[in-house]
């Protein structure tokens, strides 16, 4: 099954998200907004996963759950992915001030590669999905657009993080949480 370790959101996070979208309406057609149930913070895809390696795989999300500490991100700041020319993805920007996210990202890429996994090799950008484009025909209006967005800073506690099955469909992208690990209370 494919797989990825990622970060959930909380509610008032997830409306702020829709309230974005709802602002960028102009370019629905130009791009595939992510649902509320598909709202997450990816810390490390994995890709397809044998059914027999599943439970390795949970393990270890376990193991680096509880290497990390809770830790506060402020989400806010919408952008757009490549940083420049036509749009691939719309996106709403976080900071960690602590580190613990990319110490986590880091403990992730290690422990994964340890099993056999490949490391990323871009750096790690943590970002919110907010929607894909599969051709930007709007000229650069999509990204003004986008850059122009106000989007207010939200401050969530993140205490946990998850092991998610993605199935594709037609539709779009099905996640399921097949296990949540708790961080460490410091
Ligand atoms: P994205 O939001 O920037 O597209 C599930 O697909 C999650 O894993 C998405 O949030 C996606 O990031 C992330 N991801 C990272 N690398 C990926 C890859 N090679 N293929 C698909 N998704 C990937």
């Not at 709802?22 to 149930?37: E, K, M, N, P, Y």
């Not at 700041?77 to 110490?103: D, H, I, K």
């Given at each position: 099954m494919r797989l990825f370790i990622?970060?959930?959101?909380?509610?008032?996070?997830?409306?702020?998200?829709?309230?974005?979208?709802?602002?960028?309406?102009?370019?629905?057609?130009?791009?595939?907004?992510?649902?509320?149930?598909?709202m997450h913070l990816t810390l490390k895809f994995l890709g397809e996963v044998p059914d027999a390696r599943v439970e390795e795989v949970?393990?270890?999300?376990?193991?680096?759950?509880?290497?990390?500490?809770?830790?506060?991100?402020?989400?806010?700041?919408?952008?757009?992915?490549?940083?420049?020319?036509?749009?691939?993805?719309?996106?709403?920007?976080?900071?960690?001030?602590?580190?613990?996210?990319?110490?986590?990202?880091?403990?992730?890429?290690?422990?994964?590669?340890?099993?056999?996994?490949?490391?990323?090799?871009?750096?790690?950008?943590p970002h919110l999905t907010l929607g894909r484009v599969r051709d930007d025909r709007t000229g650069g209006k999509l990204r003004e657009a986008v850059e122009g967005t106000r989007f207010e800073p939200l401050r969530q506690t993140v205490e946990s993080m998850c092991v998610v099955q993605s199935t594709l469909t037609p539709h779009g992208a099905r996640y399921a949480i097949i296990a949540r690990h708790a961080l460490t209370v410091a």
């Open positions: 990622a970060i959930e959101l909380n509610d008032e996070i997830k409306a702020a998200l829709r309230k974005a979208q709802g602002a960028l309406s102009a370019f629905d057609r130009a791009v595939r907004w992510v649902t509320s149930d598909q949970t393990a270890a999300a376990g193991r680096v759950a509880q290497a990390s500490s809770l830790f506060e991100m402020v989400v806010g700041g919408c952008g757009c992915f490549p940083a420049n020319g036509r749009v691939r993805v719309v996106w709403v920007g976080l900071n960690e001030p602590s580190g613990t996210l990319a110490a986590c990202n880091d403990l992730c890429e290690a422990r994964y590669a340890e099993i056999g996994f490949d490391r990323e090799r871009r750096t790690f950008s």
